[in-house]
């Protein structure tokens, strides 16, 4: 699971993640995508303001926003990850 992936023994030591030493580590992945919705999460914010005029209507769009494409993006990256295609 990808908990499992982030999270950190009591030594201080990887548990028992498999580092993918062609790619980058799952805990930049999810920066990345934070990161990439907060920014899309604004832009979103903005144009359902620009459309509806309502603040409420357009929080509650770019909430939903948030969430669901930060999970889709990190799964993007993951397997984007396993190709070799143009490394």
């Given at each position: 699971m990808i908990v499992d992936q982030l999270v950190?023994?009591?030594?201080?030591a990887k548990s028992k993640y498999r580092s993918d030493k062609k790619s980058e580590r799952p805990i930049r992945s999810v920066a990345k995508a934070v990161s990439w919705r907060i920014i899309g999460t604004l832009d979103?914010?903005?144009?359902?303001?620009l459309l509806t005029g309502e603040v409420v209507v357009a929080a509650s769009i770019a909430?939903?926003?948030?969430?669901?494409?930060?999970?889709?993006?990190?799964?993007?990256?993951?397997i984007w990850?396993?190709?070799?295609?143009?490394?």
């Open positions: 950190l023994d009591r030594n201080g979103t914010l903005l144009i359902s303001y909430s939903i926003d948030f969430v669901t494409k930060m999970f889709l993006y990190f799964f993007h990256e993951r990850n396993k190709v070799n295609w143009g490394k």
